[in-house]
């Protein structure tokens, strides 16, 4: 039987569907059980932890956004803006796409991201860069192997990707796990770095 079937028989779940409730899936391992399992997402802390009910209606706090899906093959990503518009806490208020749209807007200015060109000769130094641009013209001239990183830094957390290796001429970019496997470097981001040498 489908959550949305189970769900629809009891006047709780009624409400909370009413109120548009998210449902998605998690490989989380909820009550120690393994595999994947379809859930109701009831609140966010907007830091990472995410308040969700199970099928046999037991509520868990412990689950982090990263293991929550849109769909059950686990291709597809809650958008940001889905996620400020939850409550804070379960039967909180929850906000309108507008305020949520101002939250993600507001989160993004305080991300910076940074690109760092890292050579394999421990000699040379490590340069850190606020524009693409210019890392892709100092990873152009740099002699030797090196790497092109990109570096998002928000207010209470970092993440890191790697984006270009240089080995000898040749340039190799990497697939983003973020992107399915796609590269965030375009081609028009290699045209000009080929420009720059």
Excluded at 43 to 60: C, F, G
Excluded at 103 to 128: E, F, G, I, S
Excluded at 160 to 166: F, I, S, Y
Aim: proline fraction near 4%; aromatic fraction near 10%.
């Amino acid at each position: 039987m489908s959550l949305l079937k189970l769900l629809g028989k009891t006047t709780q779940w009624k409400k909370l569907f009413k109120e548009k409730q998210m449902i998605g899936y998690t490989d989380y391992p909820i009550g120690g059980i393994e595999g994947i399992h379809e859930i109701a997402i009831l609140a966010y802390d907007r830091n990472k932890y995410v308040r969700v009910s199970s099928m046999d209606q037991t509520i868990y706090d412990e689950v982090k956004r990263g293991y929550i899906w849109r769909d059950k093959e686990m291709t597809r990503r809650f958008p940001s803006v889905l996620w400020q518009q939850l409550p804070y806490e379960e039967g909180g208020k929850s906000f309108t796409k507008k305020d949520a749209h101002q939250a993600v807007m507001a989160d993004r200015r305080k991300k910076k991201t940074h690109y760092v060109v890292m050579p394999d000769d421990r000699n040379l130094p490590v340069k850190k860069f606020t524009n693409l641009r210019d890392a892709l013209r100092c990873f152009a001239k740099v002699e030797g192997n090196a790497c092109l990183t990109m570096k998002k830094d928000r207010k209470m957390s970092w993440s890191t990707e790697p984006l270009m290796d240089k080995e000898g001429t040749s340039v190799i970019p990497y697939a983003s796990r973020r992107r399915n496997g796609h590269s965030i470097l375009k081609n028009r981001h290699i045209k000009m770095m080929n420009k720059f040498k």
